[in-house]
């Protein structure tokens, strides 16, 4: 009957020996002994194999019982240059022994992997090939195709058209803290709000009687909220998203009689991918297709719906009928006006790298839809807003005059949502962005396509 265990097999083999515990310590040492003198063992019996038979000494059988105490047992002598004698009937603390290393071994074989073999190779794998140009910052897509150039608003060199200066003088006058930028009609609700210096400026309150002041305050005064608890509580940017950002810019697009909706384009890519710009490598290889997070949508009526299907039609064969630089089904209709990046303050990504991709591919699609009608010599500037943290940021896109370029100018601040009278700077100069796209980029935009 074999041992429980590798212990009951070994205090067996202690009970039929008449090996004591406190003879271990002595038998440790006769088998170093013994072990000093394998060398001379080995001599003799090579010796030994030329001595006849007949001259070989017998055999002696040795009674385990009388043995001597100190000689230590064969299953405890250590023969690491000699394979071990196998006696003919093995003792149970060696059966243990021997049944543990199987099942561990079985063990290992069937679920352990000790190594991996290396899979690193000086050249690179074809599976690994780079399929994108790389890309940083906005700077490194000045020698793509085609190029987007970052200038400042004021650069000494290359003065603002006059599209993008008017546009630019319009959100710039509304944001400022000037004149009637608060609404005189709620000024008691206001003043709890507001610090001393502002509370006691009667010019930054209006004289119009705006019906709608109130709800509009209110709505505010809850954003407000949100952002000074996404900010204390350091929220990730999807949190600012949701709770601060997309709340403002819906509070805008509501004073816009349903003519601007926002849209949630965060999982939305740009499609087909020959919009998206590629780099000046022999290569060729696209960038990688950026994505912002909100966009700024024109709601058509019934009947320009009708129209925007029609000169869709007019597309090569394969390409999905969109007006815009994706294949959304939920956008498809919907004219861009503007995108919004939202980044957090210690963020190591550039807003204005997604922004650049993102307007040049629109105006990769809008170049092929102008190029069937035969119409859009010139393209009205796009706005784009930068959010990070409380702090809100606008920039322009536009086509440079080589008609191949796209320059990106910015950032001018617009406000805070630190404090109530910042937010109300963000939401006067949305007021702007939404009235330039309905009163001006559409009717530009819908007059190029249907023409």
């Given amino acids: 009957m074999q041992p429980a265990s590798i212990v009951d097999g070994w205090l067996e083999d202690v009970h039929r020996e008449g090996i004591h515990a406190c003879e271990v310590k002595r038998a440790a040492t006769t088998t170093s002994q013994l072990e000093l003198q394998q060398p001379s063992r080995k001599r003799r019996a090579c010796s030994m194999q030329h001595i006849p038979s007949s001259q070989k000494r017998p055999k002696q059988i040795v009674d385990p019982q009388a043995v001597d105490s100190v000689e230590t047992p064969r299953v405890l002598r250590s023969r690491s240059h000699t394979k071990p004698i196998a006696t003919e009937q093995e003792s149970s603390y060696t059966t243990s022994i021997n049944n543990a290393t199987a099942s ?11 190594s991996q073999p290396s899979t690193w190779s000086g050249s ?19 020698n793509a195709d085609p190029p987007t150039v ?18 630019n003088n319009n959100v710039m006058r509304a944001s400022r803290r000037q004149r009637g930028l608060l609404p005189g009609i709620i000024k008691p609700l ?32 809850h954003i ?5 608890n996404c900010f204390e509580s350091d929220k990730p940017e999807a949190s600012w998203g949701e709770e601060v950002v997309r709340p403002l810019l819906d509070l805008a697009a509501s004073r816009t009689k349903g003519r601007i909706i926002i849209e949630n384009v965060t999982s939305t890519i740009i499609q087909p991918l020959t919009l998206i710009p590629r780099g000046s490598g022999i290569e060729g290889l696209p960038y990688e297709g950026k994505r912002v997070d909100y966009g700024l949508f024109i709601a058509p009526t019934k009947d320009e719906v ?22 959304a089904y939920y956008l498809r209709e919907k004219p ?7 980044k957090l303050t210690r963020s190591n990504h550039d807003p204005l790298l997604q922004l650049a991709i993102w307007n040049s591919a629109m105006f990769q699609r809008l170049e092929g839809l102008f190029d069937l009608t035969g119409q859009g010599d010139f393209m009205l500037p796009i ?12 920039c322009y896109s536009y086509v440079g005059e080589n008609g191949r370029s796209r320059i990106l100018r910015g950032m001018v601040d617009i406000g805070s949502t630190i404090d109530i009278v910042g937010m109300y700077r963000i939401l006067r100069a949305l007021d702007v962005i939404a009235s330039y796209g309905a009163n001006e980029y559409w009717p530009w935009l819908s007059g190029c396509l249907f023409s």
């Fill in 383 to 394: 706005p784009s807003l930068a959010v990070s943290g409380h702090n809100w940021q606008v």
């Fill in 104 to 114: 561990t071994l079985a063990k290992l074989t069937r679920a352990t992997t000790l």
């Fill in 190 to 221: 206001l003043i709890p709000h507001l610090d001393d210096c502002d509370a006691e400026d009667d010019d930054l309150f209006d004289d119009l009687a705006d019906e709608g002041a109130r709800d509009v305050f209110k709505d505010i005064l």
């Fill in 336 to 342: 861009l006006l503007s995108s919004i990046e939202l």
């Fill in 224 to 228: 407000h909220t949100k952002a000074l």
């Fill in 150 to 167: 970052y200038l400042q608003m004021r650069h000494p060199d290359n003065e603002l058209p006059p599209k993008v200066r008017d546009l």
């Fill in 306 to 327: 009708r129209q925007i299907k029609e000169r869709l039609k007019k597309l090569p064969d394969g390409e999905v009928w969109s007006i815009n630089q994706t294949e």
């Fill in 124 to 142: 690179k794998s074809p599976t690994r090939a780079r399929s994108r140009s790389p890309a940083k910052t906005v700077d490194d897509l000045e």
